[in-house]
């Protein structure tokens, strides 16, 4: 059944959005209003092609695909970091971002003053983020550390961190990039029992992943991205065969 508009946490039409092959960054401001062409200029490509798709509020979604074809763009189109070159994304309520969650943190501050900054851009109120300062430490486990420069954290301290204040947010949806394949299976389990956790509130999920067990135990649906293009919108026990089927022996 075809989710109304009301019932749309997510909705992405004919999206489109094009890189240049010899680095990372975006067009000219003068070529992003340009009329999109139906080929891309020399020297670049089509990171995502005519994607369609909607999102019911509390539905989790996992999309999967090769390395490359577009799914950690996706999740940052509708997290808003980047804008579509054509189509459209509509996003139904604010956004947890748990990508490239390391990012945004300021080396030479404290572990103290990084929470109070990052969760303060984040949306929280100074008063929220007092209220909840000892919740995130406490998840990070980083007590003995709230006054050690950020940049002296260890990797795996710095995404403890890095979650444990994203998760602690209440917009209700959530994005996820590989976050879980990061850390130790201590730390896994227990950004297992947080997701869940949010997950039993009513969020929505949108979960980027390679582990197949993760998605089989998150996302009802899969979003199956090959070639650039949306391949495949099924449940994703039929989105893991598909993707497996491609996959092996390749």
């Known amino acids: 059944m075809v989710a109304t508009p009301e019932e749309r946490a997510i909705s992405v039409d ?15 401001i003068k070529a992003m ?19 369609t798709f909607s999102v019911r509020r509390g539905e989790s979604i996992g999309v999967v695909g090769r390395n490359g074809q577009g799914k950690s763009t996706l999740l940052k189109l ?15 309520a604010g956004v947890a971002p748990l990508i490239e969650i390391t990012g945004g943190f300021v080396g030479d501050l404290t572990v103290r003053e990084n929470v109070r ?35 002296h954290l260890s990797n795996g ?26 850390g130790d299976k201590a730390f896994r389990d227990k950004c297992y029992r947080r997701i869940d956790e949010m997950l039993s509130e009513g ?16 996302c009802e649906r899969g979003l199956y991205i090959r ?14 065969a598909a993707y497996r089927a491609d996959t092996e022996g390749s």
């Open 78 to 92: 509708v997290a808003g970091v980047l804008l579509p070159d054509e189509g459209s994304v509509t996003v139904s």
């Open 117 to 151: 900054l990052t969760a303060g851009l984040h949306g929280m109120s100074a008063r929220e983020v007092s209220a909840r300062y000892d919740s995130i430490i406490d998840f990070a486990e980083l007590a003995d550390f709230q006054e050690t420069p950020y940049k």
């Open 33 to 51: 209003f340009a009329d999109a062409s139906r080929r891309a200029p020399a020297g670049e490509f089509w990171a995502l092609r005519d994607v």
């Open 203 to 218: 969020r929505t999920l949108f979960f980027v992943s390679h582990r197949e067990a993760d998605l089989a135990r998150f």
């Open 14 to 28: 004919g999206l489109g959005v094009r890189f240049r092959r010899n680095r990372r960054g975006r067009r000219s």
């Open 227 to 240: 070639d650039h293009r949306l391949a495949l919108d099924a449940p994703i026990a039929d989105v893991l």
């Open 157 to 182: 301290m710095k995404v403890r961190l890095a979650f444990a204040v994203v998760s602690q947010l209440d917009e209700p949806i959530l994005l996820v990039d590989e976050v879980l394949a990061v």
